[in-house]
């Protein structure tokens, strides 16, 4: 049971560049996010999905888009990359706490991106 | 003014210590309440969560809820090196509503 994997690691892109992050989770989770962080900012949601064929937008979508292929793998893509995208990008997916009203998010190990 | 707010530390204490972190927030409507912690370079992981008001314990950890003052806490006693790490407060307004991370405060328990 591998929870959410993200891949890749590390990456660093050139202005206008385009790539694609992959997240890809083995819990049965319906829910899954992108989250960016930034010092000082905290976690800032990019995009999410409810269930399998459904996205929405969180509070920062701006520069990107995303496509949730299955209930197993929700992928964010950066079309032209800009400086201000450099951060460290978190995919997570959730399930409820039975009776509390609360969803625990499982987070994968994070993506650091630079854009020069 | 930002919806949550933390001071990021970097906050320094002897093994042993009972830690305080704390959270304001502004908006009246948050009745969810989560702390998440994370390790340097991983994921963040829910350590404990809360429901409006009160109190809640779990071994070592204690969070507490003040929504008069819109004020939350995490308390640490018998704070170890493997406490070490960045604490996350969250919240949301309903079951269903997006999660509202603060930006976390930056913990270092010294042997």
């Known amino acids: 049971n591998a929870g959410v994997t993200q891949t890749p690691k590390f990456q660093v892109l050139k202005t206008g560049q385009s790539m694609t992050l992959q997240c890809a989770q083995d819990?049965?989770?319906?829910?899954m996010y992108w989250y960016r962080q930034d010092p000082g900012m905290g976690l800032r949601l990019i995009y999410y999905?409810?269930?399998?064929?459904?996205?929405d937008k969180g509070e920062v979508p701006n520069g990107y888009n995303v496509s949730r292929l299955n209930k197993r793998e929700f992928s964010l893509r950066l079309e032209s990359a800009a400086p201000s995208q450099t951060s460290v990008y978190f995919c997570?997916?959730?399930?409820?706490?039975?009776?509390?009203?609360?969803?625990?998010?499982?987070f994968g190990p994070g993506t650091r991106l630079t854009v020069l | 003014q930002k919806e949550v707010e933390q001071d990021p530390g970097p906050l320094s204490v002897p093994e042993g210590a009972i830690v305080s972190l704390n959270c304001t927030y502004s908006?009246?409507?948050?009745?969810?309440f989560m702390w998440y912690r994370q390790y340097s370079r991983k994921g963040p992981e829910l350590l404990m969560y809360?429901?409006?008001?009160g109190n809640k314990e779990d071994g070592r950890f204690t969070a507490q809820v003040d929504k008069s003052s819109k004020y939350i806490s995490l308390f640490i006693r018998d704070s170890q090196p493997s406490d070490s790490a960045t604490y996350l407060c969250?919240?949301?307004?309903?079951?269903?509503?997006?999660?509202?991370f603060g930006p976390g405060t930056s913990l270092s328990v010294i042997p």
């Open positions: 997570a997916s959730s399930k409820s706490i039975p009776g509390t009203g609360i969803d625990t998010q499982y």
């Open positions: 819990m049965n989770h319906n829910s």
């Open positions: 999905s409810a269930s399998e064929g459904t996205t």
């Open positions: 908006n009246s409507a948050f009745q969810y």
């Open positions: 809360t429901y409006s008001s």
């Open positions: 969250a919240m949301r307004k309903t079951s269903y509503d997006k999660v509202i």
